[in-house]
């Protein structure tokens, strides 16, 4: 091809940036990547379609050289330091106009920090959150950019031919001003710890509660992504459930997995950033604190040996895993409205104008978090786009008041039977004290002004009141 013929250009070939940038050239845009180790230049070039313009740069100023102005350079680089890096050598190959696309897992302060950099120089910045893993990127992840309106004018064809479709609708919108992109991502991640501490609460009631095979697990996640609970983490969990393992005899691959979950910090984010707006999502800050005390193995193992819990057998199987079903249903939509209300606190509070109702529409296709309950979510906002809770929705409303009993008994036999549902109890717990018109915390209030002179308000006064207890 001719100098300055490229469509879009990719910085960061591993699997999410080749994938999307094969993508992108399946789509009829000319697609140019570089990356600093040659191997993951030509794997991009070897799996690119026929018929299709797809280029592996031999140097970043070379991939700029070819890009049509204004250039479109994406990275896809891990979080931190490296981004920095890449836009410090971008910054001298670029010009006025051109643009730069974050679309890792960046913190939204590091993207505020970016974009206040960029703008004396005249370079448009766009933070964008991408979902969908390696196959997501490949055939169609949910795409969520924000910030920068010129950038996002110059970008939305591509990024509408490349993202999912629901319905014929792209799973790709602006996500509102500034770090917005990054900042729904974010909460996209901590709803997605949520439901997957949620579903390994199930996975332990099934397993050592009822007993049950992992064939059995997986039959009864098959036949629940069927219906009102489908979603793609419980089509993958059922899916897991039937893997075998290549490394030894007769063993499916979850048994053979330490059970010490990793993270990458999305969802410790989501809680921090929860308490400092303030706004509670009490499940997220669960499925963090469970990850964390996950890698105490040890400690865990001795404590084990000291305590020596029995698991108590569950009986009838057919009526829990009703329950089971109908109580991880009422906790997953819980989920949602913690992480849903978080981004509606966030969208005033940082001044994003985050629109809620494109946010749950984009999530329909394409990210982790996709499930059924997003149409509902998304005809909720369209009446409501100012919705500041879910809950408050009345299709929501009459959902979780048909489920939540279930929920409430799950917890109740897995707390007889020693199982620990952490995650579901604090589910429970925040639709309790979200639906209480009355809390306990008048007599917090009388404590704070007993011992510390903090002062309270009364219910029947207008007025700041303080009492010589
Ligand atoms: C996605 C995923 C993706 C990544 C997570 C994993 O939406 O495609 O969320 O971004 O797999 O960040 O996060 P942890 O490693 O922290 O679990």
């Given at each position: ?73 994406m990275m896809l680089v891990p979080a931190g330091p490296i981004v920095d890096s890449v ?28 974009i206040d950099f960029l703008k004396d120089k005249k370079i448009h910045f766009m933070g ?243 499930s059924a309950l997003l149409e509902i979510f998304t005809k909720a906002y369209k009446k ?86």
């Open positions: 091809m001719a100098n300055n013929s490229f469509d879009f250009g990719m910085i960061g070939l591993g699997t999410m940036g080749r994938n999307l940038l094969l993508n992108i050239a399946d789509n009829g845009f000319s697609a140019i990547g570089f990356d600093r180790d040659a191997t993951k230049g030509q794997l991009l070039e070897s799996s690119a379609t026929k018929g299709t313009t797809v280029k592996s740069a031999s140097s970043l100023a070379e991939m700029i050289q070819l890009l049509k102005a204004p250039r479109k350079v836009i410090n050598d971008l910054i001298p190959l670029l010009q006025p106009g051109d643009i730069i696309i974050d679309g890792g897992n960046s913190h939204y302060i590091d993207t505020l920090k970016r964008m959150g991408v979902s969908g893993g390696e196959k997501g990127a490949r055939f169609g992840p949910s795409i969520m950019p924000g910030g920068d309106i010129e950038a996002w004018k110059a970008v939305k064809q591509i990024l509408e031919a490349v993202s999912a479709k629901v319905n014929s609708e792209p799973c790709v919108a602006y996500m509102g001003k500034a770090a917005a992109g990054h900042y729904v991502k974010m909460v996209h991640n901590g709803i997605e710890y949520a439901i997957m501490q949620l579903i390994s609460e199930v996975y332990d009631v099934m397993k050592r509660g009822l007993n049950m095979s992992n064939d059995e697990m997986h039959a009864v996640f098959a036949k629940w992504n069927q219906g009102a609970m489908q979603s793609y983490l419980i089509e993958i969990t059922a899916d897991i459930f039937l893997k075998q393992d290549d490394l030894t005899e007769n063993n499916r691959l979850v048994d053979m997995i330490l059970d010490k979950a990793g993270s990458k910090g999305t969802g410790k984010w989501t809680s921090q950033d929860a308490m400092d707006l303030p706004v509670s999502v009490p499940t997220i800050d669960i499925a963090v604190a469970l990850r964390d005390l996950s890698s105490y193995k040890d400690e865990r193992v001795a404590a084990a040996a000291l305590f020596q819990p029995v698991i108590k057998p569950m009986k009838n199987e057919e009526k829990v895993i009703q329950q089971l079903h109908d109580g991880l249903y009422a906790a997953t939509i819980i989920c949602y409205a913690q992480g849903l209300s978080m981004l509606a606190k966030a969208s005033t509070e940082l001044k994003m104008d985050i629109p809620l109702k494109d946010v749950v529409r984009i999530w329909r296709g394409g990210c982790i978090i996709r409501d786009k100012t919705l500041s809770n879910i809950l408050l929705n009345k299709k929501v409303v009459s959902l979780v008041k048909k489920s939540n009993a279930s929920l409430r008994k799950v917890i109740q036999l897995a707390v007889a039977s020693k199982i620990p549902v952490t995650g579901l109890s604090s589910a429970i717990g925040y639709l309790d004290a979200y639906t209480s018109a009355q809390m306990p915390v008048n007599l917090i209030q009388a404590q704070r002004d007993l011992f510390g002179a903090h002062t309270y308000q009364r219910i029947d006064k207008e007025g700041i009141f303080h009492t010589e207890w």
